[in-house]
């Protein structure tokens, strides 16, 4: 009764770690366009496995070419990308399966990718993976960020996206 009244309303976002590893600030990305913002806000993981999953629930809006990156627009309106590893565009593909689509509609803790850890280790500068608020500069979103610390791939939470 009370939604008929309200409606279902979103008022913010509990992000969760897309893989298991050790949680980092953006800051701590060894490649300036995270590390200095330039995409928008962020967080990174530096990741113990191989197995992608959704942070958040949400919308597909982008699956890059060469799988090494995701895009998601959440209800509340942020939209995320999913950078995984750095300078891993050069590996065109090889190393990573992924298992959605643009327009596909996805639950927090989804498979997206995957990926083999140790060819990524071997082929491209690192295997950090930045999550990044691609909208954050429009000032509509307040963040709460997790300090770092070792996380579980859909489990634990690591950022709160909060309407201003």
């Known amino acids: 009764m009370f939604k008929k009244w309200f409606g ?3 008022d913010r976002d509990v992000l969760v770690s897309p893989v298991s590893g050790y949680l980092l600030r953006i800051e701590d ?9 330039l995409m928008g806000e962020g967080l990174a993981i530096k990741p113990k496995d191989g197995l992608i999953v959704a942070p958040v629930s949400g919308e597909i809006v982008q699956v890059a070419d060469t799988k090494h990156a995701f895009g998601i627009k959440t209800k509340l309106g942020a939209e995320l990308l999913v950078h995984i590893g750095l300078e891993t565009v050069a590996l065109k593909g090889k190393g990573f399966q992924t298992f959605v689509s643009v327009g596909d509609v996805v639950n927090k803790g989804d498979r997206m990718v995957e990926v083999d850890l140790n060819y990524m280790e071997n082929h491209a500068s690192s295997t950090i993976i930045p999550i990044v608020i691609t909208n954050s500069s429009e000032e509509t979103f307040n963040f709460v960020f997790e300090n770092p610390k070792d996380v579980i791939g859909g ?3 690591i950022l709160t996206i909060e309407k201003k």
């Open 29 to 37: 990305v060894p490649d300036p366009v995270f590390s200095q913002k």
């Open 155 to 157: 489990e634990t939470p």
């Open 8 to 10: 279902n309303k979103v």
